[in-house]
């Protein structure tokens, strides 16, 4: 459930993205969307792992991607390359991902 919430979040990083200043492409745009895409592939990679503590490790990981994200978009919107309303819609999305990741790493404690 978090991954498939996360993946459509990349999704919507990438589409609002596109809208960002051509100058921004190897820096803003290129650094958000990695730390968008981390949160799923590392969620997808530490359930491939096969142990509950390596899937905890990735989760973590996961957890610092999400908040180098919520920067980010906030980054995004006080240079004015974002919307608030859309950067408030993403921060409810992102909060609700954190939440699902935390829920997720209390589940899976030894």
């Known amino acids: 459930m ?17 809208s960002f200043p051509p100058d921004e492409r190897f820096r803003l745009t290129n650094q958000l969307c990695r730390a968008a895409a981390s949160i799923p592939t ?3 990679e530490g359930k491939g792992r ?3 503590p390596e899937f905890r490790q990735f989760l973590i990981i996961a957890r610092g991607s999400i908040e180098e994200t919520r920067y980010l978009l906030l980054l995004a919107k006080d240079l004015g390359f974002l919307a608030p309303e859309i950067h408030a819609a993403l921060e409810s999305i992102y909060t609700e991902i954190s939440k699902m990741t935390n ?3 209390r589940s899976l404690k030894p």
């Open 50 to 52: 096969g142990s509950r």
């Open 103 to 105: 829920a997720l790493l």
């Open 42 to 44: 590392n969620i997808a």
């Open 2 to 18: 978090v991954w498939q919430k996360a993946h459509a979040a990349v999704l919507e990083v990438y589409r609002v993205t596109k």
